[in-house]
């Protein structure tokens, strides 16, 4: 599993995704591939990330989930949930799986401790406004 030192960065990186600081965030995401061993839980939790930033870098496609989250605490909570039973399921997921469905659930925390979506709400910046 990832050191405290990667989620510290797992947790600079979503603060730099989600303000769309993308060169920065990519710099992060570097650090955090260093650092990671080669286990799939890692290699699923850096795919998750890879894939919120590209996501993210287009914000225009309403299909992509991260593009579709809501300023809503009940709404985080139980994607936290969903993505918490996804990681933990070990008949069903594989290492990959549950290190992906990890990083959803970091977001997921990172999301309801900061109140990221409520400000885009307000700011007119977020699609669910």
Same mark, same amino acid.
């Given at each position: 599993m990832f050191k405290l030192i990667s989620?510290?960065?797992?947790? !600079?990186?979503?603060?730099? #995704?989600? %303000?769309r600081d993308f060169a920065e965030a990519e710099r992060v995401l570097e650090k955090? !591939?260093?650092k990671a061993s080669k286990s799939g839980w890692d290699k699923g939790y850096?795919?998750?990330?890879?894939?919120?930033?590209?996501?993210?870098?287009?914000k225009d496609d309403d299909y992509l989930f991260i593009n579709r989250l809501q300023p809503d605490k009940q709404y985080l909570k139980?994607?936290? %949930?969903? +993505?918490?039973?996804?990681a933990?399921?070990? /008949? #069903?997921?594989?290492? +990959?799986? !549950?290190?992906? +469905? *990890?990083?959803w659930v970091d /977001?997921?925390?990172?999301?309801?401790? #900061?109140?990221? /979506?409520?400000?885009?709400? %307000?700011?007119?910046? *977020?699609k669910t406004s």
């Open positions: 989620k510290i960065f797992a947790k !600079r990186f979503y603060e730099l #995704t989600l %303000k955090i !591939r260093e850096i795919f998750a990330l890879e894939g919120m930033l590209l996501a993210y870098k287009n139980k994607i936290k %949930k969903d +993505f918490e039973e996804k933990r399921n070990l /008949l #069903t997921n594989s290492d +990959f799986d !549950r290190g992906f +469905f *990890s990083a /977001l997921a925390n990172h999301l309801l401790k #900061t109140n990221f /979506l409520e400000g885009l709400s %307000k700011t007119g910046n *977020s």
